[in-house]
């Protein structure tokens, strides 16, 4: 019970299950049929999950749901979102719907430069080994040729490669600071192939370079990998209106839209809010991340960094009342492919993009930068206004009647009675207990 496991990966399918039911759960035939019940009864679409990772014992569900009535630059979408929240893909929808009819969203993708780096320790003079760069940079691009050749085809490649001294920080330490452009394609592999190459190349011609002593020929490549920091890999998404056109319920358009400057003040000026705000924009920025198979812990890390990016976390949205306009925008990083990786392999990652009409890299990064701008303005709204909890509870009822056993026909029941009651945990306890005692 519970001891250490000698070739894990090499058993079946099977064996894997028996194993862990057996030796981790209380009822193994019910962990049996549990993860057997999440199984794709299609054997295709299961290998192809099966293999997306190691040691895969079952599916790991999310819901798939759409936001429909995104008007974004004149053209309407429907935005699928993989998400397990409740209140996330209703708030979005009713952000769509608010902005639908006061212009919709307006999106600029600033940059799509990608980074790398390859990080080596030089023990020698500085102005030799900057010489010595110069004199070998071309061959960082000659020895990646075969690797560059289908991007630079689709018209991506390597940008750039700079050559940073670091030495204040660590003793010895440079940098290969790398640019990349990889058109619709998160270019990870494609980055990361050609940084080790280039330490390869780095190491090799400084080993048979005439002018270094021993010391200096021997640079210690200690990593080459992409940086999931790409402040250069910018989108922007923007709404803006008259103000009196806000018209917004029980409070007047003026003090509803100062009221939501305020908010974002509040977001740029002080760390603990600033972070539930951001949260805010990743529920929707995570969700279409999902959907479209990309990788949200890369965007996650990347957006959190940018955040912070004039030394203190601060709000990713911005809002100004100038000339009689409300304007509500966002500028993030997002580096985001529409091909390779998922994007062909997952089943329902394809039909996300095929909803998205097959959207460019470029394309997709403006839809990802107004989900989260919709989901910033949708709870920044509610939070201003009536507070999150009224809505986000009723969204919640169903959860909750779930968690209490609640049958189809009193779930039904109760939703109806909700409508004019107010929605808690205590609440919904004690209606669905009278029911059932009646
Ligand atoms: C909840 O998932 C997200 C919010 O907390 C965001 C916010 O406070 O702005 C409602």
Not at 281 to 287: L, R
Not at 328 to 345: K, M, N
Not at 409 to 428: C, D, G, I, P
Request: proline share 3%.
């Amino acid at each position: 019970m519970n001891t250490p496991v000698e070739g894990f990966s090499k058993l079946t399918k099977a064996e894997k299950i028996n194993w862990i039911a057996s030796n981790f759960t209380q009822d193994p035939e019910r962990t049996k049929q549990l993860l057997q019940q999440y199984w794709n009864t299609d054997g295709e679409v299961q290998k192809v999950h099966d293999e997306f990772i190691e040691n895969t014992v079952s599916n790991y569900y999310l819901p798939f749901a759409i936001a429909p009535n995104f008007l974004i630059n004149g053209k309407f979408y429907a935005i699928p979102m993989a998400i397990e929240e409740s209140s996330v893909v209703a708030a979005a929808s009713k952000a769509a719907k608010f902005w639908l009819t006061r212009g919709g969203f307006k999106t600029t993708v600033i940059g799509t430069e990608k980074v790398g780096q390859v990080h080596f320790i030089f023990k020698g003079e500085a102005t030799k080994l900057r010489a010595f760069f110069n004199e070998i940079k071309p061959e960082f691009y000659t020895s990646t040729a075969a690797i560059t050749k289908s991007m630079e085809k689709r018209g991506g490649g390597i940008k750039d490669i700079v050559l940073k001294d670091l030495t204040d920080k660590i003793e010895g330490y440079y940098q290969l600071h790398c640019t990349f452009e990889t058109k619709d394609a998160m270019g990870a592999n494609f980055i990361n192939s050609c940084l080790e190459q280039f330490a390869s190349t780095l190491k090799e011609k400084a080993a048979q370079h005439t002018s270094f002593t021993s010391e200096e020929k021997d640079i210690e490549v200690v990593m080459s990998i992409l940086s999931n920091y790409v402040p250069n890999c910018l989108v922007r998404a923007e709404v803006s209106c008259p103000v009196e056109a806000l018209n917004e319920d029980g409070i007047s358009s003026e003090e509803f839209a100062q009221k939501m400057v305020r908010a974002v003040e509040i977001a740029k000026a002080e760390p603990y809010r600033a972070v539930t705000h951001n949260k805010g924009i990743m529920n929707g920025i995570d969700a279409v991340i999902l959907a479209t198979g990309n990788d949200f812990r890369a965007i996650e890390a990347g957006v959190h960094a940018y955040a912070s990016k004039d030394g203190r976390y601060s709000s990713l949205t911005h809002a100004t009342i100038k000339d009689g306009d409300f304007k509500f925008w966002i500028e993030i990083p997002l580096a985001l492919g529409t091909v390779g990786g998922l994007t062909s392999l997952h089943p329902l990652v394809k039909l996300a993009l095929e909803i998205l009409q097959n959207p460019s890299a470029e394309e997709l990064m403006q839809i990802v930068a107004v989900a989260g701008l919709a989901q910033n303005f949708a709870a920044v709204r509610s939070l201003v206004t009536t507070g999150i909890q009224k809505g986000h509870m009723k969204m919640h009822l169903l959860n909750l009647l779930n968690q209490m056993g609640a049958t189809e026909s009193e779930k039904q029941e109760l939703v109806q009675y909700f409508k004019t009651h107010t929605v808690t945990n205590a609440s919904v306890k004690e209606a669905l207990e009278k029911m059932q005692s009646e």
